[in-house]
Every structure is written in C-alpha cells, then in structure tokens.
C-alpha cells in the first residue's frame, strides 16, 4: 500500500514562529503537493513538485516556502507563522504518468495563537 | 466562478441510494475522481473514470460522465452511517504534472 506521512497530527505554535510540516511517501512519487482545508473553502493548493529541487507555486503560496532535496521528502515552511495561517494542511504524491491518482497523508491540524 | 462545483450538503436515509453530483468548466481532463475524507483524517480515493468512459462499477459506487453537459455523478448504493463523509470531485484538467482540480466538497450525512 502506499503510505504517505506527515510529522505531526497536530501543532501549536506562537505567533512569529518558523514552522516546519514535512511529509515522507514511500513509493518513489515524483510529484508531491502540499494544501490546505478550511471549512467551506474546500482544498486549495499552496505548493508541488514534480522533481528533486523542483517546485512550482499553487493558487495561495504567499507566507509559504518549500524544499524537496530527497524525492521521498517534500517540506513545508512557515517563514513567519500567523494566525490566519491556521487550518489543516494535507500532503499529497502520485506517480508522474498514469491515472495521476493522489494519495494523501493524515493531515497536520495547525493552530497559530 | 468555480471551475468544478458541488452541493455543500446531502442527507439520505441508510439504505437509500445517495447521488453526489459535481459539474466542471473545462473539458480537457482525461480523468476525473472521487475522494472521501472522514472527520480527522486525509483524503481516500474511492475511484476514477478515464475521460473516454460513460460509466464505471465498483460495488456499491457507480460513476457516472456525461462530457457533454460536463457533469459527473457518484452513486452510492444502500447508503450505510459509515459513508457519512465528505465527497470531493477532483479533475486532471489535462496537468501532465499530477496536479488535481477539486471541489470544494459535499458533507453527506446518512440517518439511521
């Protein structure tokens, strides 16, 4: 089975804090998408990559960076966490080709105070 | 306005059949899926279509396409309390990286 997994469940942090969410896949994916889901919104998709050192930006990327320097790890960075920045983030990876089926992680609730 | 849409809400009685609809703007997708999430959890894929199919079968779950009117549907037959989630509708939009287009999602809550 594929397995995806996040670091955290669940994650408080300060206003200001550098936040780190990382997500490992164990089937060799190429491509890797980091979201977020909030009530009503539905997913919107902040950050993906489709190679090791590649990246390219989703619909909402600002207050977000990312880094891929193993194809099995795609991380997620808060330079400066706000508030607004609460939600739950969800990871994601596929093969390059195929159906391009996503599978996701458990997800990280993140609550900013 | 949204590219892929669905109702927020549907409730149906168990043992009911329960029809989740969504309908999308492009038709450049060659495949289109169905995504369930529990409370807590990540997003399951329950199943796909490939573009060129009308319909898909999968035990209780029955895609349906209808590329003209850009609509697509999700059955699920003898609806049980353990299907209460919520439903995504997802397209491919014809990325050639993996990305997904998806709706916003619809809470299905069955009563016993």
């Known amino acids: 089975d594929v397995k995806v997994t996040q670091s955290s469940r669940y994650l408080v942090k300060r206003t200001g804090e550098k936040v780190f969410l990382e997500c490992v896949q164990d089937?060799?994916?190429?491509?890797m998408f980091w979201y977020r889901q909030d009530p009503g919104l539905g997913l919107r998709l902040i950050y993906f990559s489709y190679d090791v050192k590649m990246k390219e930006k989703g619909d909402i990327p600002e207050g977000y960076s990312v880094s891929r320097e193993k194809k099995e790890r795609f991380s997620l960075i808060l330079e400066s966490a706000s508030t607004n920045q609460t939600s739950m983030y969800l990871c994601?990876?596929?093969?390059?080709?195929?159906?391009?089926?996503?599978?996701f992680g458990p997800g990280t609730r993140l609550t900013v105070l | 306005g949204e590219d892929v849409e669905q109702s927020l809400f549907l409730s149906v009685r168990e043992g009911d059949s329960s029809v989740i609809n969504c309908t999308y703007t492009d038709s450049s997708s060659t495949y289109l899926y169905w995504y369930k999430q529990e409370p807590g959890a990540g997003l399951q894929l329950l199943t796909y279509i490939f573009s060129n199919m009308d319909m898909k079968q999968d035990q209780r779950l029955t895609v349906l396409l209808n590329k003209k009117d850009k609509h697509l549907s999700l059955r699920i037959a003898d609806t049980q309390t353990g299907d209460s989630a919520i439903y995504f509708c997802?397209?491919?939009?014809?990325?050639?990286?993996?990305?997904?287009?998806f709706g916003r999602g619809t809470q299905l809550t069955v009563w016993p």
């Open positions: 997802a397209l491919n939009r014809g990325s050639t990286l993996g990305r997904l287009y």
């Open positions: 994601a990876s596929t093969w390059a080709g195929g159906a391009n089926e996503q599978f």
């Open positions: 089937m060799d994916h190429e491509n």
